[in-house]
Nanobody, 121 residues
């Protein structure tokens, strides 16, 4: 079984920075795209950033120039560096990954449990 574990959330004032991390563990053959979404109450889950296995990245317009997504394929880990944070960045950030399991099963879209990010003075 494959799981994703996030860390790095917290409370930060406007203009501050946080770095989220997400590690995949379990019976993994390989990991395709990885990404971060955020969830705000009463709103749909929103794509924040994605990165492919060859490090091609994509960002929501609202975070371009402020957030950077990176990954280490050898460690099956993805990070989200968030700078110049704004109150509207507040939400639960979920990591996701498309993973080929080592048992030869189909590609799985796996989600982490989420980590809370609060931007407030």
């Amino acid at each position: 079984q494959v799981r994703l574990v996030e860390s790095g959330g917290g409370l930060v004032p406007p203009g501050g920075s946080l770095r989220l991390s997400c590690a995949a563990s379990g019976s993994i053959f390989s990991v395709n795209a990885m990404g971060w979404y955020r969830q705000v109450p009463e709103k749909q889950r929103e794509l924040v950033a994605t990165i492919t296995s060859i490090h091609t990245t994509d960002y929501a317009d609202s975070v371009k120039g402020r957030f950077t997504i990176t990954r280490d394929n050898a460690k099956n880990t993805v990070w989200l560096q968030m700078n110049s944070l704004k109150p509207e960045d507040t939400g639960v950030y979920h990591c996701t990954a498309s993973i080929w399991p080592s048992d030869g099963g189909p590609l799985e879209d796996v989600w982490g449990q989420g980590t809370q990010v609060t931007v407030s003075s």
